[in-house]
Structure formats: structure tokens, C-alpha cells
């Protein structure tokens, strides 16, 4: 077998280049950090973005912050880079399924606390 590496696609228009694949670490990380952002879709395509470009593109965590995600978006670098990540949707996905563990537990806390406090009630009567 052939010695495995990157899929790297180079965009001639920006002079990037883009990994085609994120990890299922990295799909996590950028969830796990989405989730605890405000619940605005701009904060939090922003964050996606920003971290879809940190992991995927030869470009720097400073070039990002200096030339700025809507400046991106504006110059449609974003949509090539979302294009040319095939499992790009992989990251909603995992919003999405942390979200509902979220709301999971804080549902099983508050069920919990309505219990406690109802064997309180009825242990005074």
C-alpha cells in the first residue's frame, strides 16, 4: 500500500491550500466550542468559519483575524474552502448531536431537582 497523506486541494485564485478532510477530533472541537458561543447564527458561523480555516488552510491564525471572516465571506474564499471540505456538514451534525446531549442532561438535572424536592414535600406531611 501507498504511503497515506493529505488530500490537498490548491486553490490558484486565493494561492491556498485546502485539506479536504477534517477529523472527527476537529469536527468535535469546533462544536464543542460553537455550543458554548451565544445562539446568533452570525456568532456562530463565524466560529465554524474561522476554525473551518484554521484547520484546514495554509494560512495563519493572524492573517484570519487581520483580513477578518466577513472580509472571506465577502471575497467567496469561504465558499471555496467550504466546497473543497467534503465533510463540511459533518460539522452541524455534531452541533447538533452535542446540543441535544446538552439539553439531555440539563432536562435529567431539573427532573432530578423536582424529585428531591417533592420527597422533601411529602417528608414533612
Do not use: W
Amino acid at each position: 500500500m501507498k504511503e497515506l497523506k493529505d488530500m490537498i486541494y490548491h486553490d490558484d485564485n486565493y494561492d491556498i491550500d485546502i485539506r479536504s478532510y477534517l477529523t472527527a477530533a476537529e469536527i468535535e472541537a469546533i462544536a464543542n466550542v460553537t455550543v458554548a458561543l451565544p445562539k446568533t447564527y452570525a456568532v456562530r458561523r463565524e466560529n465554524i468559519y474561522a476554525m473551518l480555516l484554521h484547520f484546514c488552510v495554509d494560512i495563519t491564525d493572524e492573517q484570519i483575524e487581520e483580513i477578518g471572516i466577513a472580509a472571506m465571506t465577502k471575497a467567496g474564499l469561504i465558499d471555496t474552502v467550504i466546497t473543497h471540505v467534503f465533510n463540511y456538514d459533518e460539522i452541524d451534525k455534531a452541533i447538533a448531536y452535542k446540543e441535544q446531549q446538552d439539553n439531555a442532561m440539563l432536562i435529567a438535572r431539573q427532573l432530578q431537582d423536582m424529585e428531591k424536592k417533592n420527597v422533601k414535600k411529602s417528608s414533612k406531611k
